[in-house]
């Protein structure tokens, strides 16, 4: 079964300062890796995915993520936070290969100061 | 994107009754439905996977007479949480899937915040 790790459970960062938010998982087979992101009082919403190809992927928001194959891990970093950055950001795996059970890292929540 | 909506927000109930939550598809087929609990601090722990018209398939640990869930259309999951006790208190997420799309693209309800006092 594949498992995911935030070692980080809050992230304080001031605005316009680069962040990164870690994380690693387990698997014994290839996997789908995303993270999601959970504004206040809101629904989680997809910020990007990893499937296959280009280890580097990006949202539309500024937010990159890198898959690392040796070192197991998908960091989620950003060069400049804005105040409505402030959320709480998850890391989740699944199994590629078609449409399979997603587990969820327990959370990163990211707090941007003024 | 396409939108799930979940209702109620939030209820509060007391001890031993039960508690009705809905999860709508409403601008696509879902035909497989996610339930998760979250507790404050904590991951989204999977409770169990529905699929339209057939028993839901529930997680290790999950009590299924406890929490009935039901899919009986593509664009509706109920899930019950039958004599609701104090423990049973907790933050509950649905999530959708079309089956189509990308693999692992959830999408999530707004979640239904459960109190019982």
């Known amino acids: 079964a594949q498992s995911v790790t935030q070692l980080d459970s809050q992230v304080p960062v001031f605005e316009e300062a680069p962040v990164e938010l870690r994380c690693n998982y387990s698997?014994?087979?290839?996997?789908?890796l995303f993270w999601y992101v959970q504004y206040p009082n809101q629904g989680l919403q997809l910020l990007l995915k990893y499937l296959s190809g280009s280890t580097l992927v990006e949202s539309i928001n500024g937010f990159e993520a890198e898959f690392n194959k040796s070192q197991t891990s998908f960091h989620l970093r950003k060069p400049s936070v804005h105040i409505s950055d402030t959320a709480e950001y998850f890391c989740a795996v699944s199994l590629s290969g078609g449409y399979q059970k997603v587990t969820f890292g327990t959370g990163t929540k990211l707090q941007v100061i003024p | 994107g396409a939108v799930v909506s979940q209702h109620p927000s939030w209820v509060i109930c007391k001890s031993g009754t039960s508690v009705k939550i809905e999860c709508r598809s409403l601008d696509f087929q879902a035909t497989t439905m996610f339930w998760y609990r979250q507790f404050p601090k904590q991951s989204l722990m999977l409770m169990a996977t529905s699929n339209e018209g057939s028993k839901a398939t529930y997680e290790q640990g999950v009590e299924k007479d406890k929490f009935l869930i039901n899919h009986a259309s593509l664009t509706l999951s109920t899930l019950t949480v039958t004599s609701a006790h104090p423990e049973d208190s907790s933050f509950y997420i649905c999530?959708?899937?079309?089956?189509?799309?990308?693999?692992?693209?959830?999408?999530f309800g707004e979640g239904s915040r459960l109190t019982v006092l």
């Open positions: 999530s959708a899937s079309s089956g189509t799309g990308v693999p692992g693209e959830l999408f």
């Open positions: 698997s014994s087979v290839s996997v789908y």
